[in-house]
């Protein structure tokens, strides 16, 4: 690629000129109108860059300053913006390479030799390596979304592990009679225990085929959707390490998460094991040193994040608040066998009202009968809640924070200025009016202006809020100007230095020079913006044109079809614009993609502990299967029995989300004024919709979890259940 004049008819300007291959395997751009180049002499033209200069297909084009140095060619067809990779021109090499063009790098499949002779100095790259680049480029070197999918596949697989360890110790629990017996007729513990994991192993190694198939199986799907939206979209790719990596990832988790429940399993000895298991009890040894180590983390996490939210701001508070986060949740999940069954009494409680009363307070006895399960089966949602509703309400916080900041960062999506010695007539602001990507737009009355020797707009300003996002900092301050930066760079020595030290600048309009108290902006475009009242005091009124536009870009706009919309609109006379809607909307879809995929993240995690609540609620079915046969033989309906586990599922659910809707938002207070304060002004807020929407969703899928259980016990008869042992 090289930079040099290029002249569109009568419009000269420079222009950044790239290279087309004439070999259609090797044409990456996508074309608007007409064909590609097949030979020396004919050019691709960037559709905003044709539109700018009004050229069309067909239409010659200069290259160059002209004699020998310069080129005619003929425009063949117009290209689509390419991010990251566009160029105003694209000529066939041939005609390049006579501008001495930079060449970044050739993509050769050749002998490299070769490839060296035709870069002269520049980089051999295959295209998957051109592509890496491109790809560092846009991302600074930062894959934001590989990392946040390799933090929330880590959470994924925690959660899993929380529901894995849980469904094997109520398995365990339920054959503990079973393990009793085979150490009775001598079975040693390391027998046993090698016979589970065993077990465990088999079960991961099944479970990760079939994830890995599933997994493949949805890429597939996925890519294919996406491909359907956007065709350069490519197919996914399965690298062998990856997995190989998950197999046998997979396979350790279901192995990790049975290794503790196994332990205890087979600690018990064969005639304890016999007889009525016993609950777990917080007065006990084993339950006070929990509860005392839930108390001393739940203070000392407490105390990092106060810490963490007065310090100034650095990485040792980013440090104290991620250390207090882990260290406050993991206390809370070892008071979860006193806190949730609590709560779950509470909530139940407050629920037993009317004709319902004895099914709610049936299913939160059921829910409360073993508070160490009830606290493990809820710790996996509680997870998933919390760190959806802290990164819902800090993504929230930081949107709106962004929002004000770019109002006033970026006043106006979009400036129109016309060179000096040009005016735009009605029917021109007509046609931006008329844009489908222009909300509003209006016209800047001013004259032309004479800042050292060079001819230059003199505008009103203006503070209507239809085309001006914010008017919080005053432009003027105590001055009378406001002077464009670009103009400034350009200024004489003594100018720059008289401006920079007195504030002041000698503008020259209608023969007379002007002196004016200025500032330096670069929000309004290059031009020198003045308020209203200056062209009457200079009585230059009578000499107004329109020299500029202001546009507030509609909804959703594209920022491309604004831009060269505009170029066409304006076509009649020489234009600048200066479109700030672009940087304004790639901030906005940036965070708008961050928070999809953080969402669509959690929201595999909180499938997973909803997958758990599933598996509590059969397995709790089959160890009451007698109890509900002699509910049932006492009166206790079909359809009630199927509400007392609807009504559990949805306690456990409901208590779960309440506890995370809590601490998340309490993360993502300490989150935000760690990580927000001193960046930009923000106030915080909690979504209120987006987390009651979480809390109904939670309960609604808690209730639907039983739906399984419900039927399998509601299957079974009253005389059938009491001879089941």
């Known amino acids: 690629m090289t930079w040099t004049e290029v002249t569109y008819g009568d419009s000269r300007r420079d222009a950044s000129v790239g290279t087309v291959s004439t070999d259609p395997q090797l044409q990456w751009q996508t074309l608007v109108d007409g064909t590609f180049p097949t030979r020396a002499g004919e050019a691709l033209v960037d559709e905003r860059a044709a539109a700018a200069a009004d050229v069309a297909v067909g239409d010659e084009v200069t290259v160059g300053g002209g004699g020998s140095s310069s080129t005619t060619v003929t425009v063949v067809g117009l290209a689509a913006p390419a991010v990251g990779v566009?160029?105003?021109?694209?000529?066939?090499?041939?005609?390049?390479?006579?501008?001495?063009?930079?060449?970044?790098?050739?993509?050769?499949d050749g002998p490299v030799a070769?490839?060296?002779?035709?870069?002269?100095?520049?980089?051999?790259?295959?295209?998957?390596?051109h592509v890496a680049d491109l790809q560092a480029q846009v991302t600074l070197g930062v894959d934001v979304i590989a990392l946040l999918v390799s933090f929330f596949a880590a959470i994924a697989m925690g959660v899993a592990v929380l529901v894995i360890a849980n469904t094997f110790a109520i398995l365990f629990a339920q054959r503990a009679r079973d393990f009793a017996l085979l150490r009775c007729v001598g079975v040693t513990r390391a027998q046993l225990r090698r016979s589970i994991r065993a077990e465990a192993l088999a079960l991961g190694v099944v479970?990760?085929?079939?994830?890995?198939?599933?997994?493949?199986?949805?890429?597939?799907?996925?890519?294919?959707?996406?491909?359907?939206?956007?065709?350069?979209?490519?197919?996914?790719?399965?690298?062998?390490?990856?997995?190989?990596?998950?197999?046998?990832?997979?396979?350790?988790?279901?192995?990790?998460?049975?290794?503790?429940?196994?332990?205890?399993?087979?600690?018990?000895?064969?005639?304890?094991a016999l007889r009525p298991s016993e609950m777990w009890d917080a007065s006990s040894n084993a339950g006070r040193l929990r509860l005392g180590s839930g108390l001393v983390l739940l203070a000392v996490g407490s105390v990092l994040l106060g810490r963490a939210v007065q310090l100034s701001s650095d990485d040792v508070q980013l440090v104290r608040m991620v250390a207090g986060g882990m260290t406050f949740f993991v206390g809370l999940l070892l008071l979860g066998p006193v806190v949730v069954p609590a709560l779950v009494r509470l909530v139940g409680r407050l629920a037993a009202r009317g004709q319902g009363a004895l099914v709610t307070a049936l299913a939160a006895s059921n829910a409360v009968r073993n508070p160490r399960r009830t606290a493990t089966t809820t710790a996996s949602l509680m997870v998933g809640v919390?760190?959806?509703?802290?990164?819902?309400?800090?993504?929230?916080?930081?949107?709106?924070?962004?929002?004000?900041?770019?109002?006033?960062?970026?006043?106006?999506?979009?400036?129109?200025?016309?060179?000096?010695?040009?005016?735009?007539?009605?029917?021109?602001?007509?046609?931006?009016?008329?844009?489908?990507?222009?909300?509003?737009?209006?016209?800047?009355?001013?004259?032309?202006?004479?800042?050292?020797?060079?001819?230059?707009?003199?505008?009103?300003?203006?503070?209507?809020r239809s085309v001006v996002r914010s008017t919080e900092n005053d432009p003027f301050g105590s001055s009378e100007a406001v002077v464009a930066w670009s103009f400034v760079e350009t200024l004489p020595a003594a100018a720059a230095e008289r401006l920079d030290s007195e504030g002041l600048l000698d503008v020259r309009v209608d023969g007379r020079l002007r002196q004016v108290t200025a500032s330096?902006?670069?929000?309004?475009?290059?031009?020198?913006?003045?308020?209203?009242?200056?062209?009457?005091?200079?009585?230059?009124?009578?000499?107004?044109?329109?020299?500029?536009?202001?546009?507030?870009?509609?909804?959703?706009?594209?920022?491309?079809?604004?831009?060269?919309?505009?170029?066409?609109?304006?076509?009649?006379?020489?234009?600048?614009?200066?479109?700030?809607?672009?940087?304004?909307?790639?901030?906005?879809?940036?965070?708008?993609?961050?928070?999809?995929?953080?969402?669509?993240?959690?929201?595999?995690?909180?499938?997973?502990?909803?997958?758990?609540?599933?598996?509590?609620?059969?397995?709790?079915?089959?160890?009451?299967?007698?109890?509900?046969?002699?509910?049932?033989?006492?009166?206790?309906?079909?359809?009630?029995?199927?509400?007392?586990?609807?009504?559990?599922?949805?306690?456990?659910?409901?208590?779960?989300?309440?506890?995370?809707?809590?601490?998340?938002?309490?993360?993502?207070?300490?989150?935000?004024?760690?990580?927000?304060?001193?960046?930009?002004?923000?106030?915080?807020?909690?979504?209120?919709?987006?987390?009651?929407?979480?809390?109904?969703?939670?309960?609604?899928?808690?209730?639907?979890?039983?739906?399984?259980?419900?039927?399998?016990?509601?299957?079974?008869?009253?005389?059938?259940?009491?001879?089941?042992?």
């Open 386 to 464: 919390t760190l959806t509703v802290a990164m819902v309400t800090g993504l929230g916080v930081i949107s709106a924070a962004l929002d004000a900041d770019n109002d006033r960062s970026y006043p106006i999506d979009a400036i129109a200025v016309v060179e000096a010695g040009s005016a735009l007539d009605d029917a021109a602001v007509e046609a931006v009016r008329d844009l489908d990507e222009v909300r509003a737009a209006r016209p800047m009355a001013g004259v032309v202006g004479v800042l050292a020797g060079a001819e230059v707009p003199v505008v009103e300003w203006s503070d209507d």
């Open 86 to 108: 566009s160029s105003n021109l694209y000529l066939t090499w041939p005609d390049l390479r006579g501008f001495e063009p930079y060449v970044d790098a050739v993509l050769w």
């Open 520 to 725: 330096i902006s670069s929000d309004y475009g290059d031009v020198i913006t003045v308020k209203p009242e200056t062209f009457r005091e200079w009585g230059v009124e009578d000499q107004l044109q329109t020299r500029a536009v202001w546009v507030r870009a509609a909804d959703g706009a594209d920022p491309g079809d604004l831009e060269t919309g505009l170029s066409r609109a304006t076509s009649e006379v020489p234009t600048t614009l200066v479109v700030d809607y672009a940087e304004r909307i790639w901030i906005e879809k940036q965070l708008t993609v961050i928070t999809a995929a953080v969402i669509g993240l959690l929201s595999i995690g909180i499938v997973i502990a909803l997958i758990g609540i599933v598996n509590t609620l059969g397995l709790s079915v089959l160890e009451r299967t007698r109890e509900n046969a002699l509910l049932r033989a006492m009166g206790l309906t079909r359809p009630q029995l199927r509400r007392v586990l609807a009504v559990e599922g949805a306690l456990l659910a409901g208590v779960a989300s309440l506890l995370g809707v809590a601490v998340g938002i309490l993360f993502a207070w300490v989150g935000v004024h760690v990580v927000v304060v001193g960046m930009v002004e923000h106030t915080f807020a909690v979504p209120v919709w987006q987390v009651l929407g979480i809390l109904v969703a939670a309960l609604a899928f808690g209730a639907l979890a039983s739906v399984l259980p419900a039927r399998r016990a509601a299957r079974i008869t009253p005389a059938e259940g009491l001879t089941l042992q």
């Open 207 to 272: 479970s990760s085929v079939l994830g890995l198939a599933i997994g493949v199986g949805l890429s597939v799907v996925i890519a294919a959707v996406v491909g359907a939206r956007w065709d350069e979209f490519g197919a996914p790719g399965f690298r062998w390490w990856w997995v190989t990596g998950a197999f046998v990832f997979g396979v350790l988790v279901s192995v990790v998460a049975a290794w503790l429940p196994t332990r205890a399993a087979t600690r018990v000895a064969p005639l304890a």
């Open 114 to 129: 070769q490839a060296e002779r035709l870069s002269e100095g520049g980089a051999v790259l295959t295209a998957a390596q």
